[in-house]
């Protein structure tokens, strides 16, 4: 979506240019036409979208990478230091959906000249309020079963089996998106998942020192495995959303998606973990925490901000980009996650670990410069059609 937004900047910018050029023709022949200020002031104009566009798109990534990396190891923490209820851990994920209400009310308020446009095509409440409630559903699946993983497998086969939600991402797209796959993407998917399985095989003092329970990995396995699946399915549909029901990527509806979907999953996670009546075993569990009960409500608070900042950086990237880019950023924290350990856990890096965070960096530009070339010859292709347009009209 932001690519077509982007395109459509510089069919106008190559518009305006042309209009400059055959005025400017006709005022040398005697001709009537307007001066020169006029189309040199949109240019600017044009560039300054086009920053503005992608400074959104980076500080999105931020937000997923820094996002994921610290909740994934504030969710190992908890289970480390004596936490068992799995629920808990669901709720975290997506119950600090009360953050984003300053900023969606913000922009609810902020008069938009778009905003009359977007009113207008606006679908129904009640198709919006099942669009919030289905992805409010997966997202709650998808947070029980990554709980389950995290319990259930060291960090290493985790991190393995997390980086399959490319691949199965890549056949989402292909057939809801209608994403093109180049050989750089592919690329790009392959180095990724690569990079993510080193991690992995590095990690191999997680099993000894970490809290796993015995006899759980095939359960483990097969639950990460699905909430992989699910994750991705889960973007995709979100992406399809923005493009075929709201038909908007404005940050406002970013927000709005984000936090609707958000207190959906909230609340069928607070009644899961009331049903499954583990909320009476939340004081107990607070009292034996290792670390001590302050440790143990800040780290479900810093946990549930890291998510919500994550979430928020996915949707901002699905709706700006897509959600095949969004799932290969998230990738790339795969990697990130053993340098935060080092910086705030003292853990150690080896050339392993090097090696993996080259290898994705290798991949996400791979991604980049695809979709940069893939820009560049629309916008040329767009530009010949332009031209013939207005050759024909002389």
């Given at each position: 979506m932001g690519e077509a937004g982007e395109i459509q900047l510089q069919i106008t910018g190559i518009r305006a240019q042309e209009a400059e050029d055959g005025h400017g023709r006709r005022a040398e022949l005697g001709g009537p036409g307007p001066c020169r200020p006029v189309a040199s002031w949109r240019r600017p104009a044009l560039s300054k979208r086009r920053l503005a566009w992608w400074a959104v798109v980076l500080v999105n990534i931020v937000f997923v990478l820094a996002g994921q990396s610290v909740a994934t190891l504030l969710g190992r923490i908890y289970y480390d230091q004596g936490g068992q209820s799995l629920w808990m851990q669901t709720v975290v994920q997506s119950c600090g959906t009360p953050l984003a209400i300053p900023l969606l009310l913000y922009f609810r308020t902020r008069p938009s000249s778009s905003s009359s446009s977007v009113a207008a095509s606006r679908p129904p409440i009640a198709k919006l309020a099942a669009i919030y409630a289905g992805l409010g559903v997966l997202l709650a699946g998808d947070n029980l079963m990554y709980s389950y993983g995290l319990l259930y497998l060291p960090m290493s086969t985790y991190s393995i089996i997390c980086a399959s939600q490319v691949s199965f991402n890549a056949v989402f797209?292909?057939?809801?998106?209608?994403?093109?796959f180049r050989a750089l993407v592919l690329n790009s998917v392959v180095l990724l998942t690569f990079s993510a399985a080193l991690v992995g095989l590095s990690h191999g003092s997680d099993g000894s020192d970490s809290d796993i329970p015995k006899g759980k990995f095939p359960a483990g396995f097969a639950l990460t495995l699905s909430a992989s699946a699910l994750y991705s399915l889960t973007l995709s549909l979100t992406q399809l959303a923005f493009e075929e029901v709201l038909k908007s990527d404005t940050l406002g509806t970013v927000l709005e998606v984000q936090f609707w979907s958000n207190t959906a999953a909230a609340c069928v996670s607070v009644a899961g973990l009331f049903a499954s009546g583990e909320w009476r075993s939340i004081a107990g569990e607070m009292e034996t925490y290792r670390k001590g009960e302050v440790a143990y409500a800040m780290t479900l608070a810093w946990?549930?901000?890291?998510?919500?900042?994550?979430?928020?950086?996915?949707?901002?990237l699905v709706a700006a980009v897509s959600s095949l880019f969004t799932n290969v950023i998230s990738t790339v924290g795969t990697p990130l996650s053993p340098v935060i350990a080092v910086i705030f856990l003292g853990d150690r890096i080896d050339g392993v670990k090097l090696v993996a965070m080259l290898i994705a960096v290798w991949g996400l530009l791979s991604y980049v410069y695809q979709h940069y070339l893939d820009d560049r010859a629309s916008a040329k292709a767009k530009k010949v059609v332009v031209a013939e347009k207005s050759d024909g009209e002389h």
């Amino acid at each position: 979506m932001g690519e077509a937004g982007e395109i459509q900047l510089q069919i106008t910018g190559i518009r305006a240019q042309e209009a400059e050029d055959g005025h400017g023709r006709r005022a040398e022949l005697g001709g009537p036409g307007p001066c020169r200020p006029v189309a040199s002031w949109r240019r600017p104009a044009l560039s300054k979208r086009r920053l503005a566009w992608w400074a959104v798109v980076l500080v999105n990534i931020v937000f997923v990478l820094a996002g994921q990396s610290v909740a994934t190891l504030l969710g190992r923490i908890y289970y480390d230091q004596g936490g068992q209820s799995l629920w808990m851990q669901t709720v975290v994920q997506s119950c600090g959906t009360p953050l984003a209400i300053p900023l969606l009310l913000y922009f609810r308020t902020r008069p938009s000249s778009s905003s009359s446009s977007v009113a207008a095509s606006r679908p129904p409440i009640a198709k919006l309020a099942a669009i919030y409630a289905g992805l409010g559903v997966l997202l709650a699946g998808d947070n029980l079963m990554y709980s389950y993983g995290l319990l259930y497998l060291p960090m290493s086969t985790y991190s393995i089996i997390c980086a399959s939600q490319v691949s199965f991402n890549a056949v989402f797209s292909y057939f809801l998106n209608k994403e093109k796959f180049r050989a750089l993407v592919l690329n790009s998917v392959v180095l990724l998942t690569f990079s993510a399985a080193l991690v992995g095989l590095s990690h191999g003092s997680d099993g000894s020192d970490s809290d796993i329970p015995k006899g759980k990995f095939p359960a483990g396995f097969a639950l990460t495995l699905s909430a992989s699946a699910l994750y991705s399915l889960t973007l995709s549909l979100t992406q399809l959303a923005f493009e075929e029901v709201l038909k908007s990527d404005t940050l406002g509806t970013v927000l709005e998606v984000q936090f609707w979907s958000n207190t959906a999953a909230a609340c069928v996670s607070v009644a899961g973990l009331f049903a499954s009546g583990e909320w009476r075993s939340i004081a107990g569990e607070m009292e034996t925490y290792r670390k001590g009960e302050v440790a143990y409500a800040m780290t479900l608070a810093w946990t549930a901000v890291s998510w919500q900042l994550c979430t928020m950086g996915l949707m901002g990237l699905v709706a700006a980009v897509s959600s095949l880019f969004t799932n290969v950023i998230s990738t790339v924290g795969t990697p990130l996650s053993p340098v935060i350990a080092v910086i705030f856990l003292g853990d150690r890096i080896d050339g392993v670990k090097l090696v993996a965070m080259l290898i994705a960096v290798w991949g996400l530009l791979s991604y980049v410069y695809q979709h940069y070339l893939d820009d560049r010859a629309s916008a040329k292709a767009k530009k010949v059609v332009v031209a013939e347009k207005s050759d024909g009209e002389h």
